[in-house]
């Protein structure tokens, strides 16, 4: 069974910064492009970050410069470092590993406040 659990999320104020945390099971991690989109009410799901098993990066253009994604293998997990987070960044952030076959997590609450 594949199982992605996210972290990390939660209230924070303009200007601040968050990390969540997503571990993968169920999957051989290694071979999956990892990554991150978000989804706020009433707006599509849009990406945020990605990196692929070759650790090539993908971001989303309203986020390049703030923040940034991680892979461990070894631990089946990756990251996402948010800096200077804008009130626009509030959303759920979902964690996704695509190899093939395309998986979510259940999703963390971003909120920013301004």
């Known amino acids: 069974q594949v199982q992605l659990v996210e972290s990390g999320g939660g209230l924070v104020q303009s200007g601040g910064s968050l990390r969540l945390s997503c571990v993968a099971s169920?999957?051989?991690?290694?071979?999956?492009?990892v990554g991150w989109y978000r989804q706020a009410p009433g707006r599509q799901r849009e990406l945020v970050a990605s990196i692929t098993s070759r650790a090539i990066f993908k971001y989303g253009d309203s986020v390049k410069g703030r923040f940034t994604v991680s892979r461990d293998d070894t631990r089946n997990t990756t990251d996402l470092q948010m800096n200077s987070l804008r009130p626009e960044d509030t959303a759920v952030y979902y964690c996704?590993?695509?190899?093939?076959?395309?998986?979510w997590g259940q999703g963390t609450q971003v909120t920013v406040s301004s």
């Open positions: 169920g999957i051989d991690f290694r071979f999956y492009t």
């Open positions: 996704s590993a695509e190899w093939i076959k395309k998986y």
